[in-house]
């Protein structure tokens, strides 16, 4: 009689059956998703939308006014011999100004505004009277001022050429967008697709041909593809951010690539041991596939919690993550069945001389099996170390230290806009960056309010921590002002912090919200900006933790029906996590092997990382965690002892486990050559998870903690009964016996062995090659 069959084995049995649909229905889907999406288009986050908190409330009074806010610019001219004042010095200035309103757009008329000569009002030159600030903004819309600059680009290259006796330099938000879009921008796209290729190549050693491959490649790439059409479609309900596309890559390729993975070395391996074609391929559905279906759940849910942050960027990553890895196990259940089944042994199809013979696992791993003959011998010793290891490495986690890093920390310092950067910054402390008071008026024409910017002014000057040029400027003809207030200090340092709290618990109260007819005047800026970030991602930890670890608990409680199991996943998560949170403090914070990385340590950890990079881990990290305890489940409810399970469990699944795993290790590297500092640490915060992960957790640690629980590992209390019971093995599948062959006596623990056959894994009592209907099961624990 048919056993019941879960629900991975019931979608890779129809499309098994139904081939040419699900293929075709897969590429259909793909293609569907990309047009539909690619019509609709793609809404961007906008600056009200990124905003929280304060900083927030004034990018809506902003936005709700109509108000668009122009690109603005900044041009030093400096000189360390001459001063401002100097005819030479003053010559170069207006030669500046006039080339560059001069400028024009095409058909458009001047491609700059509201141009202000350091010489025309306060704080223009610098107190040691050897700089002066030019500024003026952009003309036309701000999100077409990157298109715009190179004519403002080239008059000031001209004036640099005419005027040898002083530096000129450009700084600003459509010149720095500018010089993003050419230079970072490319750094990604190298990145990105270096990935592919690096990945296929990891897979041809792995597999030893080329088809078997290109599979796992092809999947990732389309689930990729066709993620980003519904991501285009969802983000008219939840805006995209501009990291989302190369997150999604980031991780529809790990992802994609280790669940085809998981299912086709199941499969080959089934074929290996003598199976028919359709059988190893509903083994592979049942097992593998179950795996895969469980995984992606636990990622999906994982990456849900980022969604209670209340931060749009984290929706928009966690929105992008989860449909790239909902689309990449759709395809892994439907589509890959099908073309196994369609390809059958030509899998094989273009073997790599020397590398072939690692094409059909049979026997597991024979370096992991020296290493768990140790660990199996000594769990109790391999724990303890495994585990001091991973805790050693987590302990500088309790001094780490989370930023905003500015420019010249998030970029290489010999980077030229690094460079103009901190030379403003030394001119003019604040100046690239100032904070701004957005002042909504009932009035805008009441001439009380002069009096309120000058009592403004003084005020914030006497404080001793803001400086000139202060600017008062209405936006248009509406009844908002904007009050431009360079800061001290670095801009995202402790000083500046100091005299943001100053500005928004002193100066405003006491002089602007005593004004009769001011509604409203929150600050903002970058400053201002990044503490109300940090401040609401701080609320947000709790909650976040509490529900990833929450369902990840529960979901592996329903999937093994074991509290034991459960706890045990989520503490060795935990360490891993803790563990790679320990090394980015180490290279990033304390600039231990920072070389190595290509990078001065900063001195911090990227506020958004440590957050974002527990939920991204955990979900990964349950990948191989599933994987690996499945097949000790599969083992065990087959007749096998817990350590005995745990033995064939580790070593069946170390192969796959570490081409995963050396794939995930080498795409996240890449990502850690990039030139920003997040993208920096983000890369290698994910590579030595998974690193470790895959090795010291999977290898060592989880078979020597299993090992020493041993039946505990499989304890339900009696009131947990209820919960559903799950199939771990082929017993899904119907295996029928094979034709009239004699019995032969029973050699083995859990089935028959044919006189003078050497078992797969000998010393375990347990033979692979023996068909399923001829063992004896262990009933279902709990």
């Known amino acids: 009689m048919a056993s019941r069959r879960n629900l991975a084995a019931s979608i890779g049995g129809w499309s098994a059956q139904h081939r040419k649909t699900a293929v075709f229905g897969w590429l259909l889907f793909v293609v569907l998703a990309v047009v539909i999406g690619g019509m609709s288009g793609t809404d961007k986050i906008t600056k009200a939308e990124r905003g929280v908190g304060e900083s927030g409330r004034a990018a809506r009074i902003i936005d709700d006014a ?12 400096r000189s360390d011999k001459l001063v401002a004042q100097d005819p030479k010095f003053r010559a170069a200035v207006d030669d500046v100004i006039n080339r560059v309103n001069a400028t024009q757009i095409k058909d458009k008329g001047p491609a700059t505004q509201h141009l202000r000569s350091p010489y025309a009002g306060q704080g223009g030159i610098s107190s040691d009277k050897h700089s002066a600030l030019i500024q003026f903004d952009m003309a036309g819309d701000s999100e077409k001022a990157v298109d715009n600059i190179q004519p403002v680009l080239d008059a000031v290259a001209a004036a640099r050429g005419a005027h040898s006796d002083v530096v000129i330099e450009q700084f600003g938000d459509a ?30 050693v792995a597999f030893g041909a080329v088809v078997a491959a290109l599979l796992p490649v092809a999947l990732a790439l389309t689930a990729f593809i066709a993620a980003g059409g519904l991501l285009a479609l969802s983000s008219h309900l939840m805006p995209v951010g501009d990291n989302a596309q190369s997150v999604m890559l980031l991780i529809g390729l790990a992802v994609g690539v280790d669940y085809c993975m998981f299912y086709l070395r199941r499969e080959r391996e089934e074929r290996a041991k003598g199976r028919d074609p359709e059988t190893a391929l509903r083994i592979a559905a049942a097992t593998s596939g179950r795996s895969v279906l469980i995984s992606g759940i636990t990622v999906i849910v994982a990456m849900a919690g980022m969604l209670l942050s209340g931060l749009s960027e984290f929706e928009s990553m966690a929105s992008a993550t989860i449909l790239v890895v909902l689309t990449a196990v759709l395809g892994s259940l439907t589509v890959l069945p099908a073309l196994l089944s369609m390809l059958g042994d030509k899998v094989d199809f273009g073997k790599i001389p020397g590398l072939a013979k690692m094409r059909r696992p049979t026997g597991g791993s024979k370096v992991w099996g020296k290493i768990l003959g140790v660990v199996l011998t000594r769990p109790r010793a391999t724990a303890v170390l495994a585990g001091g290891l991973l805790i050693a490495l987590t302990i500088p986690v309790v001094g780490m230290k989370t930023a905003q890093l500015p420019l010249d920390k ?69 009844n908002i002002f904007k009050i431009s207030v360079p800061l001290a200090g670095g801009g995202l340092d402790k000083t500046s ?33 990044n503490k109300d970030f940090n401040d609401k991602l701080g609320a947000a930890r709790l909650p976040i933790f509490a529900f990833v670890l929450g369902f990840a608990f529960l979901l592996m409680l329903v999937s093994f029906r074991s509290i034991a199991i459960a706890a045990t996943a989520i503490v060795l998560n935990l360490l891993s996590v803790g563990a790679a949170y320990g090394v980015m403090t180490l290279v990033f914070q304390h600039g231990y092997g920072d070389f190595l990385v290509g990078t001065d340590a900063p001195g911090a950890v990227v506020s958004w990382i440590p ?112 919960l559903p019971q799950m199939d771990h093995g082929d017993e899904a599948v ?31 009592g347990y033979d692979e090659n023996v068909s399923s209907s001829r063992r004896i099961p262990r009933p279902p624990a709990g």
């Open 497 to 529: 912090n100091d005299a943001l709290a100053t500005l928004r618990d002193k100066v405003v109260p006491e002089t602007l919200n005593k004004v009769d007819g001011i509604q409203d005047a929150p600050v903002t800026g970058n400053t201002a900006g």
């Open 66 to 77: 109509g108000i668009s806010e122009p690109a603005g610019e900044m041009i030093l001219v």
């Open 611 to 722: 957050m974002f990079l527990f939920v991204i881990l955990f979900g990964l990290s349950m990948d191989y965690h599933v994987f690996v305890v499945s097949r000790i489940r599969e083992a065990y409810d087959k007749g096998m002892d817990t350590k005995e399970a745990v033995s064939h469990g580790i070593r069946t699944t170390a192969g796959v486990v570490t081409s995963a795993a050396t794939i995930m290790v080498a795409v996240f590297a890449v990502f850690g050559t990039l030139s920003m500092q997040s993208m920096k640490q983000f890369g290698v915060g994910l590579a030595v998870a998974v690193l470790l992960d895959a090795t010291i957790i999977r290898g060592l640690l989880l078979p020597a903690v299993m090992s020493l629980l041993g039946d505990h590992n499989w304890y339900l209390p009696r009131w947990l009964n209820w």
């Open 734 to 764: 119907d295996v029928p016996a094979p034709a009239a062959e004699p019995a032969p006596a029973y050699a083995g623990a859990n089935g028959y062995q044919a006189p003078g056959y050497e078992p797969a894994y000998p010393g375990t």
């Open 410 to 478: 998030e970029l290489p310092t010999d980077l030229s806009i690094v460079q103009t950067y901190q030379h403003i910054e030394k001119a003019f402390p604040g100046g690239p960056a100032p904070a701004q008071v957005v002042v909504k008026t009932k009035n805008p024409d009441d001439p009380k309010l002069a009096a309120a910017w000058d009592n403004f002014r003084r005020a914030a000057i006497a404080t001793g921590k803001m400086h000139e040029p202060i600017e008062v400027e209405r936006q248009g003809t509406t």
């Open 175 to 204: 010149s720095g967008d500018k010089w993003f879009k050419d230079t970072i921008a490319k750094d990604f796209t190298r990145a990105e697709w270096t990935a592919v290729p690096l990945a296929l190549g990891i897979l041809l």
